[in-house]
DNA sequence: TGCATATATTAACATATGCTCATATTATAT
DNA sequence: ATATAATATGAGCATATGTTAATATATGCA
């Protein structure tokens, strides 16, 4: 019951509690990456195994799984499991608005 | 004159530039580290001389103007000059509402 | 000029990050 | 049970990053 944050109502002006501090550094640091952005850039449309990933992007099949665990972790990705084949797709549709928000406003500049 | 973008279009399937992949990329490494965020979050409502961003977030002054430089150098925040103090202030509506948007989201959860 | 205040810069250091190779795991089919 | 295909994991390495102390620079003023 008593979870709520700090700062919920109209009065954000105090310093930012290390939680809140730790989550929204994360969804950046998720960002912050070219190879991530490639990833989450590609997931924009429609899911694709791991394997259809590193080569559309033309990356090892390890790298594509590191990014993708770090990606899970955040729940920025999710996967549905078809065989022995992963079906990678986006998760989190506030951080694909802002990358996508991010990208059109760096290719228009 | 022939300076515009790839995907200016409604069609952004292709691959990310390199130019836009470095801009995009940086702009969310600014975000990505606690001590940028919470220099950020101070600047939200007023603007603030080097020493007073130190002392409000208790870091060195050295800290502080090394973070003001990464974010002045990708126009996050500007400053202006009064005797020997600097007001810096943000710079960047875009980069400052995707800030508050993911602040409020993850205090919220 | 000389001094004080505010800020910037440099170099050093510890830690974090991302990629790669090699290997392990998992599921499926034979 | 064995083999195969797809994916995950671990260790090692090079580079990037953030902080710090020390020092430099710049501005204003006596």
Chains 1, 2 share one sequence.
Not at 21 to 28: C, D, M, P, R
Not at 39 to 64: C, W
Not at 77 to 94: A, F, I, M, P
């Amino acid at each position: 019951m008593e979870e709520h944050k700090e700062n919920v109502g109209k009065e954000n002006d105090k310093e930012l509690d290390e939680e809140t501090l730790f989550v929204v550094s994360q969804t950046f640091k998720a960002l912050s990456d070219p190879t991530r952005i490639r990833i989450l850039h590609l997931l924009f449309h429609k899911e694709y195994p791991v394997n259809g990933i590193a080569e559309n992007l033309q990356l090892r099949q390890s790298t594509v799984s590191h990014q993708l665990r770090f990606l899970k972790n955040l729940r920025l990705v999710k996967y549905r499991r078809e065989g022995t084949t992963l079906y990678y797709s986006h998760d989190d549709e506030h951080v694909m608005h802002m990358l996508k928000q991010t990208i059109d406003h760096a290719c228009h500049s």
